[in-house]
């Protein structure tokens, strides 16, 4: 069946970087557009950026720009959500979710988010 | 930015009775070339990911039970649970997909049981 399976828990010091991965089955990854998604402690969920896993072109969030990387390796049906100097603000669940419309051409057709990964916690603190 | 809003912030009905939830954006959501609302409703329970529940304003994602509804369109939407079930506690989120460089979500509103 479809699903996403993410990388475990991290904990990581103010200024370091980590990378979060989601690991795409039953779904080939290079058809959908893949986003980033985080929700902090009884915050809303807060978008942070999306890539076109065919063609590997990213968008980001204006707030996360310059901080955050998303990568996609369709080898291995795996995209990356690398994110440096870190601040305790961003601890929080980090989730990767599959967009429900389709990409082709080099052009995808924005939806809902149909499925999403598991979570992955990352904690910040000195 | 297209500011999502929603209301009530928590919510408590009886098993059995509807449960409405409100949802707001600052600019309309409505894609005038398709007459599609890039609207979709979310349920998440405590500890688990996001669950799908409606897209297009309206539509029910596959296996949603269909005491689920979404309605509305351009600004206003509502979410409707026509009858309560113990397993429908959740925080229930609005998104809006329109803006594709920028795609927000209400604040969330918590349902329980009263």
């Known amino acids: 069946q479809v699903q996403i399976v993410q990388s475990g828990a991290e904990v990581k010091k103010p200024g370091a970087s980590v990378t979060v991965s989601c690991k795409a089955s039953g779904y080939t990854l290079t058809t959908y557009a893949m986003h980033w998604v985080r929700q902090a402690p009884g915050q809303r969920l807060e978008w942070m950026g999306w890539i076109n896993a065919g063609n590997g072109n990213r968008k980001y969030s204006q707030k996360f720009q310059g901080r955050v990387t998303i990568t996609r390796d369709t080898s291995a049906s795996t995209a990356y959500m690398e994110l440096s100097s870190l601040r305790s603000e961003d601890t929080a669940v980090y989730y990767c979710?599959?967009?429900?419309?389709?990409?082709?051409?080099?052009?995808?057709?924005?939806?809902?988010?149909?499925?999403w990964g598991q979570g992955t916690m990352v904690t910040v603190s000195s | 930015d297209i500011v999502m809003t929603q209301s009530p912030d928590s919510l408590a009905v009886s098993l059995g009775e509807r449960a409405t939830i409100n949802c707001k954006s600052s600019q309309s959501v409505l894609y005038s070339s398709n007459n599609k609302n890039y609207l979709a409703w979310y349920q998440q329970k405590p500890g688990q990911p996001p669950r799908l529940l409606i897209y297009w304003a309206s539509t029910r994602e596959s296996g949603v039970p269909d005491r689920f509804s979404g309605s509305g369109s351009g600004t206003d939407f509502t979410l409707t649970i026509s009858s309560l079930q113990a397993e429908d506690v959740a925080v229930y989120y609005c998104?809006?997909?329109?803006?594709?460089?920028?795609?927000?979500f209400g604040q969330g509103t918590k349902l329980e049981i009263k």
């Open positions: 979710a599959r967009d429900r419309g389709f990409c082709s051409g080099g052009a995808c057709y924005h939806d809902a988010f149909d499925v």
């Open positions: 998104q809006q997909y329109y803006d594709g460089l920028l795609y927000t």
